[in-house]
């Protein structure tokens, strides 16, 4: 990722669909007949044989080719006045003088098929155009400017090799209208003794077990009503009791969907409303998080990322850096968790939190 000037999120998400496809590309034009036939053109045409060749048919004057001076020697001798008497009178011993033998030798070269062709191969200026190795240069030029092979010298093989190294290990695209499997309801606790569907007393919002959530059109849906209810929540020094809510939300985990010790999450956000969203990695009974939103998610439609390793994370909105921070869950097994809520010191307010997709990668 590079930090530049924030992406449009449709531009930003085009740029990911045609990163995804780079190397696949990539791959199709090296092993490509295309590419052999322009690379064997290219040591061709680049070759110091050929263009010296090209350099001697373009710049050479035809007056100074050897037909060129057989011809003007031809023509010389053609107003000579013993070839001008001979060939008005045709007398025998007139073929003995020096002009008139020359002259006659060359009438008999110039009117050889093959002199005529190489003449007229020399006389023309545009001679180059009708060689093999023009066409052989034409080719080449075409194949120059073709796009797949603009595209393929565009990238380099450190380049796709990088792009390679992420393979995709999860992805939830919310095609169906039912939540995956994968998915469940509540905090992972190591123990399935532990209620897992809970809220906590110092939050205003209690959780429904999936009844706040929806899918539709391929967007998970999780909101915050205002909504009165009396559901389980931990308190600190009481435990787990009943506590009254005025509002009601949800929360989710992947325990099946284990994140490795360093990769990329991404995902497609949409925030909305007063309360506070959370898509992050964490461990079990951990404190912390690695929160993909950030502290405070963003109003619109964007695309977060989250990039860790064991020392450090860093996260972007788009394609811009956003955060930079050592890494507090190094070394621990991570699963996703999502969830919408209202701290206890927070003006309340309904919100809405709209998932597009989640995708992990991994080296």
């Known amino acids: 990722m590079q930090t530049v000037k924030m992406l449009s999120t449709k531009s930003f998400e085009q740029w990911l669909q045609e990163q995804a496809q780079i190397a696949v590309r990539y791959r199709k034009v090296e092993k490509s ?9 290219k040591e061709v045409v680049e070759s110091a044989e050929f263009q010296a060749k ?22 010389q001798l053609s107003w000579n006045t013993s070839v001008v008497l001979y060939n008005l009178i045709k007398k025998e011993a007139w073929k003995e003088k020096p ?32 060689t093999p190795e023009s066409q052989q ?35 939830a ?9 994968v998915w469940k309801t509540g905090f992972l606790y190591p123990s399935k003794e532990f209620k897992a569907d809970h809220s906590h007393v110092s939050e205003q919002q209690a959780y429904t077990q999936g009844r706040n959530t929806q899918v539709a059109n391929r967007v998970l849906t999780i909101s ?14 009481k435990g787990m009791i009943m506590h009254d809510f005025a509002y009601t939300s949800d929360i989710w985990h992947t325990a099946e ?45 964007l695309i977060y990322t989250l990039v860790w390793n064991e020392k450090e994370v860093v996260n972007y909105v788009n394609n811009q850096e956003v955060l930079r921070s050592q890494n507090p869950l190094a070394g621990e097994a991570l699963h996703l968790l999502v969830r919408s809520y209202i701290p206890e010191n927070q003006k309340a307010g309904a919100g809405q939190l709209d998932i597009d997709w989640v995708r992990i990668y991994t080296k």
């Open 33 to 41: 007949d295309l590419l052999a036939e322009y690379n064997t053109l």
């Open 54 to 75: 090209k350099t001697k048919l373009t710049t050479t004057r035809y007056a100074d080719t050897q037909e060129g001076s057989t011809m003007a020697l031809y023509k």
């Open 224 to 237: 915050t009503k205002k909504e009165k209810t009396t559901a389980p929540a931990w308190h600190p020094t």
């Open 137 to 171: 240069e034409k080719r080449y030029n075409e194949l120059v400017k073709h796009a797949d092979i603009v595209f393929f010298f565009q990238h380099t093989e450190k380049e796709i090799a990088e792009l390679e190294s992420y393979k995709m290990l999860w992805a």
């Open 257 to 301: 969907a284990v994140a490795p010790k360093a990769g990329v999450l991404q995902a497609k956000v949409r925030c909305s409303g007063k309360a506070k969203h959370l898509l992050c990695l964490t461990s079990v009974n951990a404190k912390k998080a690695l929160n993909i939103l950030g502290e405070q998610a963003m109003k619109g439609e």
């Open 173 to 181: 695209e919310f095609e169906t209208a039912q939540m995956s499997s």
């Open 99 to 130: 002009e008139v033998v020359q002259y006659l030798e060359l009438t008999a070269q110039i009117q050889t098929p093959e002199f005529q062709q190489a003449n007229a191969f020399w006389k023309n200026p545009k001679r180059w155009f009708t």
